[in-house]
């Protein structure tokens, strides 16, 4: 007798500041479109839970009245962003008890948060994701800096129009317009691609774009690495939030990859930093929270 083991394999969101924090929302918001489950956290009667996807476990738990809830914890020490999720049409889909905030924002300063006001509430912090962990321990590999590209990006209007073909969105992944980090991937080798291709998508199509562009001389890959891509196919095409800026397309790509070009974008950060910290811009601030100068610079500098 053969027995399958299904090892369902979570994966825990943290959501800080109010950046995080509304994107968060926002994207909590597509996985309940994407999955059927309604702003309170419930699945519709005629749509029964195993019949033909339970990948959604993955993000949601379920708890003992049938809800789901999202595996996710959300941070700010300023209220008010946090607020508008616990006020939100999607107010009843999150546990009291993961959306965590203080009562003063830290003004862009480091120390303060670090020192003063973020010691308030981390320790509720760190005890929040260790339960979290308790029950969805799960290793998993440090990625450091990858490179996210999504493709299509277009209106409704231009849709309407057109349907680009996979070689096009697989192009679009390596054009700087696609990309979510300002980098010129043309200055850098790649040494690793993953695309996650969503919609009406066949294997044959994928391998003749990824043929196609390893023949390009304006991308390179490094020589200790041949193998270079890593593909994955979701057939479900992509859902989009109603009123929201993104055309409904019958298929898209993201990629995240691992490229050198990355570094320009670091580089000139580090530049910003060395212009303003010759002037001692915002210097002050940080004195000002019990942190000396030197210590200071060390920590900007990692």
Same mark, same amino acid.
């Given at each position: 007798m053969f027995r399958c083991m299904l090892f369902t394999r979570e994966c825990i969101s943290v959501h800080v500041g109010q950046a995080g924090v509304q994107m968060g929302n926002?994207?909590?918001?597509?996985?309940?479109?994407?999955?059927?489950?309604?702003?309170?956290?419930?699945?519709?009667?005629?749509?029964p839970v195993g019949g033909h996807d339970d990948s959604f476990t993955t993000f949601f738990s379920e708890t003992g009245?049938?809800?789901?809830?999202p595996r996710a914890i959300f941070v700010d020490l300023e209220p008010t962003v946090i607020d508008?999720?616990?006020?939100?049409?999607? &107010?009843?889909?999150?546990?009291?008890?993961?959306?965590?905030? #203080?009562?003063?924002?830290?003004? /862009?300063?480091?120390?303060r948060g670090h020192y003063t006001i973020g010691k308030e509430i981390i320790d509720s912090v760190l005890d929040r994701i260790r339960k979290l962990f308790q029950t969805n321990l799960v290793p998993y590999p440090r990625i450091h800096f990858p490179l996210a590209t999504y493709a299509p990006v277009i209106s409704a209007e231009k849709a309407y129009h057109e349907q680009l073909s996979v070689a096009e969105i697989t192009n679009a992944c390596f054009e700087p317009a696609n990309q979510?980090?300002?980098?010129?991937?043309?200055?850098?080798?790649?040494?690793?691609?993953?695309?996650l291709y969503r919609g009406d998508v066949v294997p044959k199509d994928v391998n003749v774009a990824i043929g196609n562009i390893?023949?390009? &001389?304006?991308?390179?890959?490094?020589?200790?690495?041949?193998? #270079?891509?890593?593909?994955?196919? /979701?057939?479900?095409?992509?859902?989009?939030?109603p009123g929201g800026d993104l055309a409904k397309?019958?298929?898209?790509?993201?990629?995240?990859?691992?490229?050198?070009a990355i570094a320009e974008a670091w580089a000139r950060l580090d530049h910003k930093f060395d212009l303003m910290y010759a002037k001692r811009a915002f210097v002050h601030w940080y004195v000002g929270e019990e942190t000396k100068e030197k210590k200071t610079q060390i920590y900007i500098r990692f």
């Open positions: 926002t994207c909590w918001e597509l996985y309940c479109l994407e999955h059927g489950i309604q702003p309170d956290g419930q699945m519709p009667s005629n749509q009245a049938r809800k789901y809830v508008e999720v616990r006020t939100g049409e999607y &107010r009843q889909l999150f546990h009291p008890e993961q959306l965590i905030s #203080g009562k003063e924002d830290a003004a /862009n300063n480091y120390a979510m980090v300002k980098c010129d991937p043309r200055h850098g080798k790649y040494m690793a691609c993953c695309l390893k023949t390009k &001389r304006s991308i390179q890959f490094v020589d200790w690495c041949p193998t #270079g891509f890593k593909v994955g196919i /979701n057939y479900q095409p992509p859902t989009v939030v397309v019958q298929r898209a790509v993201c990629m995240l990859s691992n490229t050198t």
